[in-house]
């Protein structure tokens, strides 16, 4: 079955609690079409480049998929409609990444950068 990386941008004043819930409906879609999230990752509240439908933030969520095209499309159609999510793109690809993606390791290293300057 092909490979898709899903990543989906919701309102700033979403808790975090409803942004999973958001990721596991995403998850269920994925499912009941017989697909499978092989991994989720919630990236957090972040800054946004320009403002989007008012908002200035956005929780970012990545959701790795391993189903047939039919399925994304039912998972587009579904998260056009939801109006807690500002944005949503989908990208197939060849394989997923092993471990966190590189907006984990980014993150980390951007750490792990700050204590070394401090010494």
Same mark, same amino acid.
């Given at each position: 079955?092909? =490979? $898709?990386?899903?990543?989906?941008?919701?309102?700033? %004043? =979403?808790?975090? !609690?409803?942004? +999973?819930? =958001?990721?596991?409906?995403?998850?269920?879609?994925?499912?009941?079409?017989? &697909? /499978?999230?092989?991994?989720?990752?919630?990236? &957090?509240? *972040?800054?946004?480049? $320009? /403002?989007?439908?008012?908002?200035?933030? !956005?929780? $970012?969520?990545?959701?790795?998929? +391993?189903?047939?095209?039919?399925?994304?499309?039912?998972?587009? *159609?579904?998260?056009?409609?939801?109006? %807690?999510?500002? *944005? $949503?793109?989908?990208?197939?690809? %060849?394989?997923?990444?092993?471990?966190?993606?590189?907006?984990?390791?980014?993150?980390?290293?951007?750490? *792990? &950068?700050?204590? +070394?300057?401090?010494?």
């Amino acid at each position: 079955m092909p =490979l $898709y990386e899903h990543v989906f941008l919701a309102r700033q %004043d =979403l808790s975090q !609690a409803q942004v +999973d819930a =958001l990721a596991q409906t995403a998850t269920d879609i994925v499912e009941q079409n017989e &697909g /499978k999230v092989t991994k989720t990752e919630t990236w &957090g509240l *972040r800054t946004l480049a $320009y /403002k989007i439908q008012k908002n200035r933030k !956005a929780h $970012y969520v990545l959701l790795n998929i +391993d189903a047939p095209t039919n399925v994304v499309a039912e998972l587009e *159609r579904q998260t056009a409609i939801n109006e %807690d999510v500002v *944005r $949503y793109m989908t990208i197939r690809v %060849d394989e997923h990444e092993n471990g966190p993606s590189v907006m984990m390791r980014k993150n980390d290293r951007d750490r *792990r &950068g700050r204590r +070394d300057r401090s010494e």
